[in-house]
């Protein structure tokens, strides 16, 4: 059952990302703060950086979550404390999954190509997950399935009968869907699961409601299908899950279920910056990014809907 009551239109906002980059921040917002377990989410690009350094995100670290990092267009070098050094370019998944402390560094390589484009993705691990040991994994290939003139990757999750091979911990979705040329399309979704839809590049009509780049669809559980209508060439993003029950603490790079875990993830970076509990970042140059000073108050808890605790 499609209802256009059950979607809601959520505009991002800009957020500058270091020197070089505006990244549109899709998630989280004050009402909305998940989809499923996805519980952040950047849009960078498509910029130019033909004449300029790209992404250039030094050492620094995470807690609770797993990164997934999935590009239009470009190349990042990904390095991290457990020695993994990967490049990632278009159409391949790089996940971080970070357990209870890791670090890495994300950079533009000095010899790339002029666009850049990308998600950057973060998923909260659940309480069952999160102290787990932190683990890195690099899919150059994912399925994915041409039906006319829509192409769908399955980047994490399942959708339909394709399952990534990405190692998650609930049950979600994460897929590309891509036109080359104007199309109707009816996607079967996971009625349990509620869900996003954001558009990567050209536009498109989602439920009957216009989207475009900058804001994120979302859509409530209960649907076992949703249309996706584009005049031309168009990518779009579809996030979804379970929705997680979980309370959460998110500050800076960290996800954590208190006050203290996160004082405590601080201090453990501040004191070392990249010492025993995160490690360092082999073979990147660039210093470790200081955590910002904490809030003067107490950080809360917040559920998916941004209800304190
Ligand atoms: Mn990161």
């Not at 070098?77 to 994300?106: F, K, V, W, Y």
Request: proline share 10%.
């Amino acid at each position: 059952m499609t209802q256009i009551a059950d979607s809601v239109l959520l505009p991002g906002h800009d957020v500058p990302l270091g020197r070089w980059t505006t990244v549109r921040r899709l998630l989280p917002q004050k009402e909305r703060r998940m989809v499923g377990a996805w519980c952040f989410v950047d849009h960078f690009g498509p910029d130019d950086v033909s004449s300029r350094p790209g992404m250039q995100i030094p050492p620094h670290p995470h807690t609770g979550l797993q990164t997934v990092t999935w590009l239009a267009e470009g190349v990042i070098e990904h390095r991290d404390s457990l020695g993994s050094h990967q490049l990632i370019s278009p159409g391949q998944l790089n996940l971080m999954t970070s357990g209870n402390g890791i670090a890495h560094s994300e950079f533009t390589p000095p010899d790339h190509p002029p666009g850049m484009h990308g998600l950057q993705l973060w998923l909260a691990l659940p309480d069952a997950a999160r102290h787990g040991p932190a683990t890195f994994e690099h899919h150059p290939i994912l399925p994915a399935l041409a039906d006319g003139t829509v192409t769908i990757t399955v980047v994490a999750g399942s959708l339909a009968d394709l399952r990534s091979p990405a190692t998650v911990h609930t049950p979600l979705v994460g897929a590309e869907l891509r036109t080359a040329a104007p199309s109707r399309y009816s996607l079967d979704l996971e009625p349990t699961f509620e869900h996003g839809l954001l558009v990567m590049s050209g536009s498109a009509t989602v439920a009957g409601s216009p989207l475009e780049p900058g804001s994120l669809l979302y859509l409530a559980r209960g649907r076992t299908s949703v249309t996706v209508e584009t005049a031309g060439p168009a990518r779009l993003f579809l996030l979804g899950g379970e929705p997680f029950d979980e309370p959460l603490v998110m500050w800076w790079n960290f996800v954590g279920r208190s006050h203290e875990e996160i004082v405590a993830a601080r201090s453990d970076w501040m004191a070392e910056l990249g010492g025993s509990r995160f490690g360092t970042v082999a073979g990147c140059s660039a210093p470790p990014l200081p955590a910002p000073e904490l809030p003067s108050v107490r950080l809360r808890a917040r559920d998916r809907q941004g209800k304190t605790f």
